[in-house]
């Protein structure tokens, strides 16, 4: 069974209701660890040595975030500027998340509609997250389409549940090697995927 590091970042976790579900969902495997970046380093102070360790432990990645302007708050990108150095991450002699497995897990508080072409956001979620994609593709990881709960805001009661449900499943298919095979293109977001809608791993 592969080990999952959930990187979150949430600054204001205390009012989150979305991000909380998912991680109360998470926490229930065994192979899920959740490493709060904005509890451990409230200075944004990252110790790059202890994340570069605790990355090298795990085969799994998940940069789980609310969508903030397009993107992830801001501590996510200063964990991207110190963590992933060169020569360790990238570049000629860097072999440490080579065949690793990455992703996004957002919530969004607009819904499907607005993301696209013809609605109001005009771009995809998947093209809002192209430096995500770049970032893990030049350090030789393998990036899936995004888990992502939209209309975050307004969902509630069995549609959360319902949510928790889609992320366990999605967290025990990653848990196993199958979940290496899924073309980067085959949807738009995972949680499209049937063994993720609807499970199927024990
Ligand atoms: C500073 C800020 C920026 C936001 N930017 C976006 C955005 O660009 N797109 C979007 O769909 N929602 C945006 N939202 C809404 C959040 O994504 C939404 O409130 C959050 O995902 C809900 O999850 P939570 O309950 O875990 O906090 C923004 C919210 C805040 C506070």
Redesign the pocket.
Known sequence: MKDILILLA?P?LE??????ALLEAAKTLPNVRVHDLYDMYPDFNIDVVYEQEILFGHEVVIWQH?????SAPPILKQWIDLVLEYNWAYGPNAFALREKTILNA?????SREVYCAEGR?HYTVSEFLRPFEQTARLCGMNYLPPFS?MG??KIKGDQIRQCQEEYINLLKWLSTSEADVIAKDSCQFINDLDIVKKGGQS
């Open positions: 949430h204001k009012d989150s209701r979305i991000n909380n609310p969508f903030y302007w397009y957002l919530t969004a508080g607009g956001n709960v975050a805001n």
